[in-house]
């Protein structure tokens, strides 16, 4: 028989450094998924545990910074009932029996590492889609329809529940700021959070939040649609397709980096516009960012009084 080269080195300890910072670069080309970074089913979920750690810790380190830790709990609870709802709709679509072979074995094995099995590995793919880490120990391009929508959802959501270290916080803030002043609007109170008002420039600043991914997102997916050199590098046709090229560039752009790897995108204009679309994606949100909390730095506190929202 012949013989393979399985190059070695200090995995475990690049391991979790990829996943306590949400990076998601293997050492090996198969992530996650490979023996060697992920053995068994206990270590996939200490990645799981890793990946979740920092994100979901920051909201209290959040609370304590302000001075009220209630601030920061309710961002958790906001964050564990998107996730938890996600997690629940993924491992039902996932293990849901749909075509002749999923039939045959009762659930969507395809892409599958059978020592981790679906459950596990859905879990793992909805931790790492609703953070920003891209790590896989499965292959989503072979999720079912409605399992792979949601894995592109959670990015296209924000990546908030918890989202990335720091990112899913203020993205999460950002939401709030939205919340307070549309519910002012409604009751005719003034807007407050944490007792800085919200004025017209935080607004505007948390719309351009919002607003640059989603057109970095169809900008580049119409592009890419619209040239058939571009188009070739498609391995399926049809809605699969289009998805395809649809989450590569959410995923870029929300700095998540894992992919439906039926596309070939090691060619020149993708890997030029996919990285505009991950530096565009990345700084101009933390720029918006930067500027409602230098607004934000610049009031006084307000005085709370029975027309205050907060």
């Known amino acids: 028989g012949g013989t ?4 070695g080195g200090p995995v475990a300890s690049q391991e979790v ?11 090996y080309n198969a992530n ?35 001075g009220s830790r209630k601030q920061g709990y309710a961002i958790v609870a906001a964050m564990s009932v ?6 629940s709709l993924m491992m039902l679509f996932q293990l849901q029996a749909h075509g002749t072979v999923p039939t045959a074995v009762g ?63 203020y993205g999460m803030l950002v939401l709030a700021i939205i919340t307070v002043f549309v519910a002012g609007l409604m009751v005719g ?3 407050e959070y944490l007792g800085k008002k919200i004025t017209p420039r935080e607004i505007k600043l948390a719309a351009t939040y919002f607003l640059v991914t989603p057109l970095i997102v169809l900008t580049g ?16 046709t049809g809605p699969h397709g289009l998805s395809e090229v649809l989450y590569a560039f959410t995923s870029a752009a929300n700095n998540n980096g894992s992919a439906f790897a039926g596309l070939s ?37 307000g005085v709370v009084t029975a027309g205050t929202l907060r």
């Open 17 to 27: 450094i990829k996943l306590l910072g949400t990076n998601g670069g293997g050492f």
């Open 4 to 7: 393979q080269t399985i190059p």
């Open 32 to 66: 996650s998924s490979h023996p060697f970074e992920n053995p068994a089913t206990w270590t996939n979920w200490v990645e799981i545990f890793l990946i979740l750690m920092i994100p979901f810790s920051l909201p209290r380190t959040f609370g304590r910074m302000v």
């Open 221 to 236: 997916t119409a592009v890419a649609m619209a040239m058939p050199g571009q188009r070739a590098g498609m391995l399926n």
């Open 107 to 169: 659930s969507a094995m395809e892409g599958v590492e059978q020592r981790f099995g679906v459950a596990n590995s859905a879990v793992f793919a909805d931790a790492t889609t609703l953070t920003s880490t891209g790590a896989v120990d499965s292959f989503h391009d072979s999720y079912t329809s409605l399992g792979g929508m949601i894995t592109m959802f959670n990015m296209q959501l924000g990546e908030v529940a918890p989202g990335g270290v720091g990112s899913g916080l």
């Open 189 to 191: 109170r003034t807007p």
């Open 265 to 301: 995108v090691n060619t020149e204009w993708y890997n030029t516009a996919l990285g505009m679309a991950m530096v565009f994606g990345r700084f101009l949100p933390i720029i918006a960012v930067l500027a409602i909390a230098g607004t934000f730095a610049a009031q006084r506190p």
């Open 82 to 87: 998107i996730a938890t709802a996600s997690v």
